[in-house]
């Protein structure tokens, strides 16, 4: 097998590579949702060294939820768009409010990562389902139950 090869694979199957990008990107970010509730006192203090203005509880459990349902969402790959739409509020915090301050280019890698998390979410807010998703095969068979239903008619 060349790199050729690979590489005409990944073109004709480029979309269920998106499909393990959303799968484990939902999958991550389910995990961080569940690390969060573990340890959401510190989560809550990470807001308050930041000066975050809507620091505390409430807003610690709209970060949690949105990890997790979101997550959920688009790791199975029902409501995508919907999963990743209501994480960008809270990334869009983690990367300008509490990473911004390790800067770019120094050593730690959290304002890149969260960008990078940024970005994807964006990314399958505009992208949203592929063919391993859930909502594909829920809507795949709707439309195999159609055809059935319009050749039973025709009968």
Known sequence: MTTQDIQDWLLEHRSWCMDLIRIYLGLGLLAKGI?????????VQTMVDHDIIWSGAALAHFVILTHIFGGLLMAVGFGTRAGALIQIPTLIGATFFVNWSGGLWGFAEELRFSALVLFLLLMFVWYGDGP???ESRLKSSEEEAMVHARRVRAT
Do not use: K, T
């Not at 690390?35 to 989560?43: C, G, Q, S, T």
């Open 132 to 134: 391993l998703s859930l």
């Open 35 to 43: 690390a969060f509730v573990v340890h959401r006192d510190e989560l």
